[in-house]
């Protein structure tokens, strides 16, 4: 696929989209929320990545995957062999969605009402975008991006032929592996993970 200029009209029509977005009302969590955390990439790259939501770090950077997850993805991504910079990254709901316990802000999951809402973004910037490859991290990006519930064990590791003529890649949230207390577990998980993507980067073309 040809690289497309900045100031081409994919690359305009995307800066539109993320205008518009900063001010999306779409569902509720806009108003505890700091700002839209919005997709960030080329608009012509081949591989995207779905996450979550931004946690409490990505809402007061306004960047996806920066935090303790960030990192963790970052790492999993180089591993994988792949340039962060030449893909796209976004995330299933754009704001973030917290409860607050006194000073701190503690991450709660969308709904599926969140997530029906902001699935509309997620179309506007695959249409865009137009990815060969998907990668969903976890069941609210499956969910997003398929369309119904999904369990991760079983739908992981393989393609998925998508409506639109893309490919969807399931597999865990970077999350997931922070949580595992066991180090010899979260270290085969972790090897697990960047095989997964390690295997739909191989994927384009
Ligand atoms: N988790 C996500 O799913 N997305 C982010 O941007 C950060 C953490």
Redesign the pocket.
């Known amino acids: 696929k040809a690289r497309t200029a900045p100031g081409s009209n994919i690359a305009g029509a995307w800066e539109a989209l993320r205008e518009e977005a900063m001010g999306c009302t779409r569902c509720d969590l806009y108003k505890h929320a700091t700002q839209v955390?919005f997709g960030e990439g080329p608009v012509d790259a081949k591989l995207m990545f779905v996450?979550?939501?931004?946690?409490d770090?990505?809402d007061q950077a306004g960047?996806?995957?920066?935090?303790?997850?960030?990192q963790v993805?970052d790492r999993a991504v180089a591993q994988a062999g792949i340039d962060r910079a030449e893909v796209y990254?976004t995330?299933?709901v754009k704001h973030f969605k917290f409860e607050q316990r006194g000073p701190r802000r503690i991450h709660a999951k969308p709904g599926t009402g969140e997530i029906e809402a902001c699935r509309w973004w997620i179309g506007q910037e695959r249409a865009l975008v137009k990815p060969q490859v998907t990668v969903a991290?976890?069941a609210?990006?499956a969910r997003s991006l398929l369309g119904r519930a999904v369990t991760i064990g079983r739908e992981r590791s393989k393609p998925i032929p998508l409506p639109d003529g893309g490919e969807g890649w399931i597999t865990v949230?970077?999350?997931y592996l922070l949580r595992l207390p066991d180090k010899v577990q979260a270290e085969e998980e972790f090897a697990r993970f960047v095989e997964d993507l390690r295997m739909a980067a191989a994927r384009v073309s």
């Open positions: 955390v996450g979550e939501q931004p946690g770090q990505e960047r996806p995957f920066v935090g303790p997850a960030g993805f990254v995330n299933a991290l976890g609210t990006a949230h970077p999350s």
